[in-house]
C-alpha cells in the first residue's frame, strides 16, 4: 500500500513511522516542515520517502494524495486561534478532499479524546470554550461527517499521551513527569478527586499499525471511533502507586474536596481560563470502550501505571 503521514516529527509520529518502516513493506510518505527534526532512520529500507513542506501548503501534493490508499493524519497544531484553525481544520479537510475515492481504503484521523464527554459523545464545552487547540479539534470532527469519504474515517482520540527516549521527542507530560517527582513529597498526602487514562506512544503505533491492515474489520459497536487508552486510574491510585516507585509511603491522604479548591482560587485571586476551570470542576475525564494495544490480542509497551514508571524513570 501507499501511506501517507502527517506530524512524523512528533512523539506519537516517531513511534508510528519506526513501526511502519521496520515492520512492513508500504511505500510510506512523511511530510514534515523540517526534516532535520526527525530522529528515525527513514534510510532504513527502500521506499521511505521524506517530503519537505507545510501541512498548509498540502495541495502541493495533491497529484501523490490521488495515489494514496492509507492516510494517517497526525500533525497538529497547539496554539494560536487562526494558526489552529489553518492547521488542524482547514489544511486537513483539505488533504482528506485531495484523496482519490478510487484508491483511498481508509483515513485515520488524529483527534483528542478532550472534545468527548463520559459517554464518548461530543462534549459541548470543548466546542465553546476550549482552547485553541481542543476548539479546532471539535470544529473539524464535526466537519469530518460532510466530506464524501466520510465512511472511511477512522477517527482516533487520544487519552493523556506519554512517551519519548534518546532517539525520539518527548511528550509534554513525559517531559513534565520529572518535575512532578520532586514534589511528590508533598503530593503524596493528598487525596485529589479524579481520575483519568493514559497510554504510552509506543502503544498508539501499535494500535495504529493494526488499523493499517485492519481498519475494515473494525467491531461496528466502535463506529470507527476509538478512544486510545489503558483502563481508568484515580488520581489517588496515581498518587500511591508513584510514591511507592519512588520509596515514598503514604501513610494517609487529605482529602481535596472541590469547594475548598474553589476557595483557594478566590482567595488567591489565582487566574485560570474558562477551560481550566470546567476541567477542575468536570475532573473525570473518562471514557467507555477505551482500547489499546490488549483489545486487539496484541502486546502492550505500557499497560499500567506501574510498567510506564519503569521504563520512565528507570529507562
Known sequence: MRIFVTGAS?????????????ETNHELYFLVRNPDKL??????????????????NILDYQDILRT??????????WGGEKESYAVNVEANINLINALSAEHCQRIIYFSTASILD???QLLTEAGEIGTDYIRTKYQCFVKLADLALCDRI?????????GGADNKPYSHLSGGLKDILQWMGLIRWFNADGSFHFIHGQDIATVISYLVENGDKLDP?????LVLGNE?????????????????KVYFQIPLPIWLANIFIKV??????????????????TYSQAVNPNTFSLPSYAPNLDKLLDITIDG
Not at 11 to 19: K, L, P, Q, T, V
Not at 44 to 53: A, D, E, S
Not at 154 to 161: C, G, K, Q, R
Request: proline share 3%; charged share 15%; net charge positive.
Open 232 to 248: 481508568p486510574l484515580t488520581a489517588s491510585q496515581a498518587i500511591k502507586t508513584i510514591s511507592k516507585k519512588i520509596n515514598k
Open 68 to 77: 494514496i490508499n492509507v492516510a494517517i493524519l497526525t500533525a497538529t497544531c
Open 268 to 285: 488567591f485571586r489565582i487566574q485560570m481560563a474558562d477551560w481550566d476551570y470546567f476541567c477542575l470542576n468536570y475532573r473525570h475525564f
Open 39 to 56: 530522529q528515525f532512520d527513514y534510510n532504513y529500507r527502500p521506499g521511505v520517502n521524506i517530503l519537505k513542506g507545510n501541512l498548509e
Open 10 to 22: 512528533g512523539c506519537i509520529g516517531h513511534y508510528m513511522a519506526e513501526s511502519l518502516i521496520k
Open 154 to 162: 477512522i477517527t482516533v482520540y487520544p487519552t493523556l499521551v506519554f
Open 221 to 225: 459497536i466502535y463506529n470507527n471511533k
Open 118 to 120: 463520559r459517554n464518548n
